[in-house]
């Protein structure tokens, strides 16, 4: 009895002790496998494909006037009055300011006066000339008279001379008293008077030569008389050329005199600053009172009817930008429209991007120059792989990003295009159909396992 009782005892040891040792081997099945789940890293991974391109250019610059005047006096001196300030319309010969203009008007009466008295030496030249040329006809009258005896015609000429040169004596001492007077008062030079008392000297021997040839044509004349009569004739035309030469001097300081008048108007029209353009101010840096130098910038006028900005685009993407192409603008959430209007024919110098000029209406004038914008354009076509930018990481010399192969995360070098949407064109590294970790990816190393779910987002 004793016996079988120990020998199922023993069974039951040995069962206990089998059961124990199966259910030992299962828990440490389960706890390896548990092990193994909590080492994998969970990640999110994506399946890459084939997809359109839309290239999307974010840029940006800075507004600026369609068309834009630096205007600046072209005269210096101390600004009198402004009529403009900055912001106000103006049209193209408005009067942005005005400079001093007492000693322009002062130079302008002084050029206008010597105008005048240019004018009256002019006069006296032309009449000395008509002067000279009737003492020659004079002293000519005379000789042919001496020489050849008077007849009844030439004693009609010679009492016509007489006549003529007591009118020109008579009007050439009337000019020489006054010019006499102008002496007098210190408004004409010691040398025109001079001129005058000289043209009155020779009306004097004019008349006298022609009383002479009048009493020799009565008379009848010797040989001294002929002689006489034919240096008389030498020195009427001598005379003459020297009225010529006077008429030419005279003529000369007409013009002298009439140029520095017209410079004195010049410089009186300067006094006023005006404006080349219709727009509107921009800066106005004159203010009253304040000395100004030729050619100092006084106000910039710009239209603002119409903007522009220069948008740098890199120069491998230019050629998809063309003249006429329409660009979306944005300016602190305010959104139009520019078109296209000229690419600039080379690099600038440093940034390696090429300037396309965008035209922007502004109608309402709620844009401003100096403003910056921000400027995008599409343009679908081609294809290619695009991944989140989360999933490529960047920290080493050439970006990369994890494939998931058999569990594991696979370190893979990937060359990167444009970013559009948060999304990196890939240009090579990937292939379609690659899985690859689209979150979590910044924490992994190459080979890591990975617990990997779905992402759904694109």
């Known amino acids: 009895m004793k016996g079988r009782w120990a020998c199922l005892f023993a069974a039951a040891l040995l069962t206990l002790s089998i059961t124990a040792c199966s259910s030992g081997t299962d828990g440490g099945k389960a706890a390896a496998e548990s092990d193994k789940v909590s080492d994998s890293v969970a990640v999110k991974t994506i399946k890459v494909k084939n997809e359109p391109l839309n290239s999307v250019y974010d840029l940006s610059g800075t507004l600026q006037s369609n068309q834009s005047a630096t205007v600046s006096f072209q005269a210096g001196g101390e600004v009198k009055k402004t009529q403009v300030e900055v912001g106000d319309t103006v049209k193209a010969g408005d009067v942005?300011?005005?400079l001093d203009t007492e000693l322009a008007h002062i130079q302008l009466t002084q050029a206008?006066?010597?105008?005048?008295?240019?004018e009256g030496q002019l006069k006296a030249a032309k009449?000395?000339?008509?002067?000279?040329?009737?003492?020659?006809?004079?002293?000519?009258?005379n000789l042919a008279a001496v020489e050849k005896g008077a007849s009844q015609?030439?004693?009609?000429?010679?009492?016509?001379?007489?006549?003529?040169?007591?009118?020109?004596?008579?009007?050439?001492?009337?000019?020489?008293?006054?010019?006499?007077?102008?002496?007098?008062?210190?408004?004409?030079?010691?040398?025109?008077?001079?001129?005058s008392q000289v043209q009155l000297k020779n009306a004097e021997i004019t008349l006298d030569n022609a009383k002479q040839a009048l009493s020799e044509a009565t008379e009848g004349a010797t040989d001294e008389q002929v002689q006489a009569a034919k240096s008389t004739v030498a020195q009427a035309q001598a005379g003459k050329e020297s009225a010529l030469a006077a008429e030419a001097q005279a003529q000369a300081g007409y013009k002298n005199a009439l140029s520095a008048q017209a410079q004195a108007e010049l410089a009186l029209s300067k006094t006023k600053l005006t404006a080349p353009i219709s727009g509107t101010v921009l800066e106005k840096n004159v203010s009253v009172g304040q000395t100004t130098g030729a050619g100092t910038?006084?106000?910039?006028?710009?239209?603002?009817?119409?903007?522009?900005?220069?948008?740098?685009?890199?120069?491998?993407?230019?050629?998809?930008?063309?003249?006429?192409?329409?660009?979306?603008?944005?300016?602190?959430?305010?959104?139009?429209?520019g078109t296209v209007t000229r690419i600039h024919p080379q690099t600038n110098a440093g940034t390696g991007t090429i300037s396309v000029e965008v035209s922007v209406p502004n109608p309402e004038k709620d844009w401003f120059p100096g403003q910056v914008v921000?400027?995008?354009?599409?343009?679908?076509?081609?294809?290619?792989?695009?991944?989140?930018?989360?999933a490529v990481i960047s920290s080493g010399q050439e970006p990369y990003v994890f494939r998931a192969v058999d569990g594991k995360a696979v370190k893979t070098p990937v060359e990167l295009g444009e970013i559009s949407n948060n999304r990196f064109h890939i240009v090579a590294g990937l292939k379609e159909g690659d899985v690859i970790v689209s979150a979590g990816a910044d924490g992994l190393f190459d080979g890591d396992a990975i617990a990997a779910s779905e992402d759904v987002t694109p």
């Open 96 to 98: 942005l300011a005005e």
């Open 127 to 141: 009449a000395g000339i008509a002067n000279a040329e009737a003492q020659i006809q004079a002293a000519k009258a």
């Open 297 to 337: 910038p006084a106000f910039v006028i710009g239209s603002t009817q119409t903007l522009k900005v220069m948008l740098p685009v890199p120069d491998g993407q230019i050629g998809d930008w063309k003249a006429g192409q329409k660009v979306d603008l944005d300016q602190s959430g305010k959104t139009r429209t």
């Open 374 to 390: 921000k400027a995008g354009r599409q343009t679908a076509g081609k294809q290619g792989i695009l991944v989140p930018a989360e």
């Open 153 to 195: 015609q030439q004693l009609a000429q010679a009492q016509n001379g007489v006549k003529q040169a007591e009118e020109a004596y008579n009007k050439i001492k009337t000019d020489a008293e006054r010019y006499n007077k102008l002496y007098a008062e210190g408004l004409i030079s010691l040398d025109d008077y001079e001129k």
């Open 112 to 118: 206008k006066s010597g105008v005048a008295q240019a």
